[in-house]
C-alpha cells in the first residue's frame, strides 16, 4: 500500500526558516518526477516545487530563491527547504508524484506570523 507522510511543519516568523520530509512507502519513486503542493484555505491547491530523477528542478516562481527541493532515493523521501518565509507561505503543505493515481498523505501545516 503507497503512502506518503508529510513532516517538519510548524510555526515560525516571518524571514524564518523550516524543512519539510517527505517518506514515501509502498514502493520506490525514485524514477518518478515528485512534487512539493500547498493549499492554503480557500485556495486551490498549487504545485511549488518539482525534481525529477534526473535531479533537475523546477519552481514556482512565488517561491523560487528561497525554497529549494532535494531527494534521498536510497530513503525514497524527499525534502522541501523553505527560508526567507512569508506570511502567504502559509499552507498545508504536501508532496505527490507529479503523475499517476496515487494516494494523498496528510500534509504538514506551515505557518508563519508577522
Known amino acids: 500500500q503507497v503512502q506518503f507522510v508529510e513532516s517538519g511543519g510548524g510555526l515560525v516568523q516571518a524571514g524564518g526558516s523550516l524543512r519539510l520530509s517527505c517518506a514515501a512507502s509502498?514502493?520506490?519513486?525514485?524514477?518518478?518526477?515528485m512534487g512539493w503542493y500547498r493549499q492554503a484555505p480557500g485556495k486551490q491547491r498549487e504545485l511549488v516545487a518539482v525534481?525529477?530523477?534526473?535531479?533537475?528542478?523546477n519552481y514556482a516562481d512565488s517561491v523560487k530563491g528561497r525554497f529549494t527541493i532535494s531527494r534521498d532515493t536510497a530513503k525514497n523521501t524527499v525534502y522541501l527547504q523553505m527560508s526567507s518565509l512569508k506570511t502567504e507561505d502559509t499552507a498545508v503543505y504536501y508532496c505527490?508524484?507529479?503523475?499517476?493515481?496515487?494516494?494523498w498523505g496528510q500534509g504538514t501545516q506551515v505557518t508563519v506570523s508577522s
Open positions: 509502498g514502493r520506490t519513486f525514485s524514477l518518478n518526477a
Open positions: 525534481i525529477r530523477s534526473s535531479g533537475a528542478t
Open positions: 505527490h508524484p507529479l503523475s499517476g493515481d496515487w494516494p
